[in-house]
């Protein structure tokens, strides 16, 4: 099972500039997540300082008794291997093919012998749907493919925690639904914890168990998915309907005389509401089922009452709905 990730306190400034600040939060084992936010926010600041590759001015990461940002170099290193993480462009070795590229964590930071190596790598590739693909270059292949070359290497290593940076970034609307189930299998199969960053509403309705937002160096909101997807902040809905009204501009954030007209002339956040609410992804056949899902389920009950009342909603519907579907369709709902 994957391993639960405790963020406290986080803080993170380059020179004068605080990035965000005080973020709390905690990634639950072997769930999906998801942190949205406007571009510039600071999301891959945050991923990055999750492993240790960047330190924040204050607080803790707590990930199997190490603190990521501030223990000794050797256990952070230590540490750090539980992790798989997708960069966002791939970050893949121009000059190696497929199989060179996702062997090469095994190559760097194990003894394992070939036989071996071929045997993870092909299997990992499998996963991702790139069998055959293996003596390619990364420049012979189209993004979408990159993508899950990158995947199937941040996977080699057997991660309890798997980190995704934008993983839609540049692929169209198909690619990205096949990703979205991509990501759904792979949590059922390796029941590891994930967080993924992205901007895409699609990924972002349908992908996760738990969801935040970051905005003007804050975390608006952290916990599962239906408290965001029915959550007021005009920021939350904002996002979510993809609207230019509210209070995310261009330069990422309005200035208070904009929006101020904006109430005064309607066309302001209240009123446009939002994306109704889709049923999360399932795996797809022949997967096994999330383990997930039924320790997600005893957590958000022992929550509920602290919950806003549209998410305490949504949660009650849902859960009843898969009650009913679970007794006529094997694996959840039809
Ligand atoms: N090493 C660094 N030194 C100085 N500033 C940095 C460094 N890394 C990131 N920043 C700054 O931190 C801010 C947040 O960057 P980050 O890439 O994390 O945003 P993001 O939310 O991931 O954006 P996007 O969605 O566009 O990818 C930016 O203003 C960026 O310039």
Redesign the pocket.
Known sequence: MGIEVVVEGLTKS??R?T?WQDVSLTLPAGEVSVLL????????????SLIGL?KPDRGRVIVDGVDMANSPERDIYETRKLFGMMF?DGALFGSMNLFDNVAFPLREHTKKKEGEIRRIVMERLDMVGLVGAEGKLPGEISGGMRKRAGLARALVLDPQIILC??PD?GLDPVRTAYLSQDLINLNAQLDATMLI?T?NLDIASTVPDNMGM?FRRNLVTFGPREVLLTSDEPVVSQFLAARRAGPIGMSEEKDEATMERELREGTGPEGFGTRPIVPQLEPSPGMPPRQAVRRRTLRVLRMLDQLPPAARQEIEASLLGARTSAQGTPGGRP
């Open positions: 380059f020179g500039q990035i936010g406007p571009s510039g926010t600071g999301k891959t600041v945050f991923l990055k960047l966002q940076d934008e970034s960053v901007h970051l």
